[in-house]
């Protein structure tokens, strides 16, 4: 059934959810208010669906909750006649078992994990592969986002440092043409020198000197303003990659811990491994009649209790025997839960900051209050479950 803890620390994704800005919205030029919604509403539409699947997943595993508080408060002769039944499972599963261990490569737990799951790994190991690969491009979409707005802000730097080397240039030019100036009329007025064409070289130096200053300020003037235009957009950008990072590592720990696996490698490698192992058990389990009756006995009788899966204890009879392992089964299935709520809590905390965020633009702006922008608003509502109206 898969009832097993998560110990992913995300202490990591957190820091970097603390870093997202979006206050570079206002200084973006060259797309309009519409079109910055769409992309608000498009960046929260995914926390949106996490919020559903969460909540899809949060059912089936209150309702394997019920199960087990309904199999705890059987009736004494109900709970015996199911228990003898589970032994006998038990125990001809540990003779089947130890038939199979000479073809299997995994380990007890994994393989009951992957057992209680089958249906779902072909898929739930392509969506780890394909998450992965997306990860690595968002991750490598976020550093060249990061060096492109660290190179804008070394530029910036560069030219704020050459303007002030230009300012002084020009006092320092102001300094010497005044000095010549002064030499030049020392000379002619006191020594009667001719410095008619030492006036126009000094005069022709100082205007060139100047014209040479106010070009290089005001070219580095107007490449500090696109560095602060690009390191803007560069924001803006990398805001947007950030949260579809935390998102998509979301999914992938997610993923590894439900299946305690280390990524999809190892994944594929023990559902290959357990193929093996069940193309062994189904020729064991066809010279096995007892196990297959008491397999049917035991789901006919766990069908009466009304459960909402009976078939799933059929590869955990222990659990209906040992009351120590319904516990740990229990404990593991509340842990599980309690992530799950503070999975949906995480992104419903995005939508509604987001969302109310989204509002007030389009309060501030009519003209982004369209078709398509409302339409979304409502999806995004419908899948997490809020009921606001913009």
């Known amino acids: 059934m898969g009832f097993f803890k998560r110990r992913k620390d995300r202490a990591a ?95 007890d737990a994994q393989f009951k994990m992957i057992q209680s799951q089958e249906e779902q790994i072909p898929d739930a190991i392509k969506n780890l592969r394909m998450n992965e690969e997306y990860q ?13 707005k660290q190179e804008w802000e070394i530029q910036k730097k560069e030219n704020r440092r050459l303007r002030k080397r230009l300012r002084k240039a020009s006092f320092m030019l102001l300094f010497a043409a005044a000095t010549a100036a002064a030499l030049m009329l020392v000379l002619s007025m006191g020594f009667d020198y001719d410095l008619q064409y030492a006036w126009i070289g000094v005069i022709a130096a100082a205007l060139f000197g100047s ?29 947007k990659v950030k949260i579809k990072y935390v998102n998509i590592t979301n999914a992938v720990d997610y993923g590894r811990d439900r299946f305690h696996v280390r990524d999809s490698r190892e994944f594929e490698y023990q559902w290959e491994m357990y193929q093996n192992a069940m193309r062994e058990q189904e020729k064991y389990r066809k010279t096995n009649e007892d196990l297959n009756y008491y397999y049917d006995k035991l789901v006919k009788l766990l069908k009466k209790c009304e459960l909402y899966d009976s078939r799933v204890w059929i590869e955990q009879p222990q659990a209906l025997v040992d009351q120590k392992e319904m516990v740990e089964i229990k404990h593991d299935l509340l842990v599980r839960r309690q992530k799950l709520r503070s999975k949906i809590a995480y992104n419903l905390d995005i ?33 997490s479950g809020m009921d606001e109206s913009a």
Do not use: H, W
């Not at 690595?136 to 492109?148: F, P, S």
């Open 211 to 239: 014209a040479y200053i106010i070009f290089r300020l005001e070219s580095s003037r107007r490449d500090i303003q696109q560095a602060e235009v690009n390191i803007n957009y560069a924001i803006l950008l990398l805001n």
């Open 351 to 383: 939508v509604k900051k987001e969302r109310s965020e989204i509002i007030k633009m389009l309060k501030n702006n009519k003209e982004a209050r369209t078709v398509q922008v409302l339409e979304m608003i409502r999806s995004i509502d419908k899948l």
């Open 136 to 148: 690595a491009t968002v991750k490598r979409d976020m550093q060249y986002l990061e060096g492109e």
């Open 13 to 107: 994704l957190e820091k970097v959810m603390e870093d997202v800005q979006v206050s570079g919205l206002e200084q973006l030029s060259g797309n309009s208010s519409t079109n910055i919604v769409m992309d608000r509403c498009e960046q929260i539409m995914q926390n949106a669906r996490e919020i559903d699947d969460g909540k899809k997943e949060y059912y089936i595993v209150t309702s394997y909750l019920n199960d087990i508080e309904l199999i705890e408060n059987l009736a004494p002769d109900q709970a015996e006649e199911i228990q003898k039944a589970a032994d006998y499972v038990a125990k001809l599963n540990q003779a089947r078992d130890q038939f199979l261990n000479t073809s299997k490569r995994i380990s």
